[in-house]
């Protein structure tokens, strides 16, 4: 009895001791710890080196895409912008890319280019590229991508300023148009705003902005607006007829009531 007793003791006593877990040691015995700065100067060199193999592969890539290049596309090259024409080499020198940077979808006479990563897309001089298709070895048109959109350019006029201006401006109104349906007509005046700087010519603009200002209790700045909407529009000379012009018509009759209304005040 007294022996039972004495191995149950035993027992508790082992129960309750602590574990040991055997580990091999991470470091092992006269080994050398690599200090931080070793570790830093390594990361240097495996960094400039992968910086120099990019330098080469772009002046590579530029050496290609300017060798009998036409005037125009040189032009473009150099100055670091996608054109219409262009080959694929040259579309990478105007962005100043390499091939890792896109990733490329390609079939019989056509190829389309779009960036390989949506975080860190190719931009050239006048924003980021999105898509790039190209026909028969050369580029038929090209997008580009903005926080208002999209914006395609697949003819010679539509890569001119003008037309850059004018898709802005587009851009603007389709932005500010949604915020009045929303009801934020200080945000929806504000792209108005900008939009017409942008095109003073659009007359309907002029309505737009006269309208917003007249809501919001701005009798003298909405009466300039409604009397430059007006003039734009030279109304005797025009006469808005037929389905098409039915909101032209609408706008113009509102305007010269508006007028009236408050040139009285």
């Not at 060199?45 to 009998?68: H, P, Q, Y």
């Not at 007509?185 to 007359?203: E, F, I, K, S």
């Not at 007249?214 to 030279?234: S, T």
Request: glycine letters at 6%.
């Amino acid at each position: 009895m007294i022996n039972r007793i004495v191995v149950l003791g035993l027992m508790v006593l082992a129960a309750c001791a602590p574990k040991r877990i055997e580990q091999r040691p991470i470091i092992q015995m006269g080994e050398v710890i690599p200090d931080s700065d070793s570790r830093i100067a390594v990361a240097a060199v495996e960094s400039e080196a992968a910086r120099n193999a990019l330098s080469a592969s772009r002046d590579s890539i530029a050496i290609a895409a300017l060798a009998g290049c036409s005037p125009a596309i040189c032009e473009a090259v150099g100055r670091g912008e996608v054109a219409l024409g262009m080959n694929e080499a040259q579309v990478l020198a105007a962005t100043r890319t390499t091939g890792g940077a896109w990733t490329a979808r390609r079939s019989a006479g056509s190829a389309v280019l779009v960036p390989a990563s949506s975080m860190e897309a190719p931009r050239d001089m006048i924003g980021n590229v999105a898509m790039v298709q190209l026909r028969n070895g050369q580029v038929a048109s090209y997008t580009y991508r903005d926080a208002r959109g999209l914006r395609v350019v697949s003819s010679p006029a539509q890569a001119t300023q003008e037309a850059r201006t004018a898709a802005m401006a587009e851009a603007l109104v389709r932005e500010a148009d949604e915020m009045a349906a929303n009801g934020d007509m200080v945000g929806a005046l504000d792209r108005y705003d900008r939009a017409a700087t942008l095109n003073p010519r659009d007359a309907i603009l002029e309505y737009r902005i006269a309208s917003i200002l007249d809501r919001q209790l701005r009798p003298v700045e909405a009466l300039m607006r409604y009397q430059r909407f007006l003039h734009q529009m030279e109304l005797e000379k025009i006469e808005a007829r037929g389905d098409a012009h039915a909101k032209l018509a609408d706008a113009i009759a509102r305007a010269r009531e508006r007028v009236i209304i408050l040139e009285k005040r």
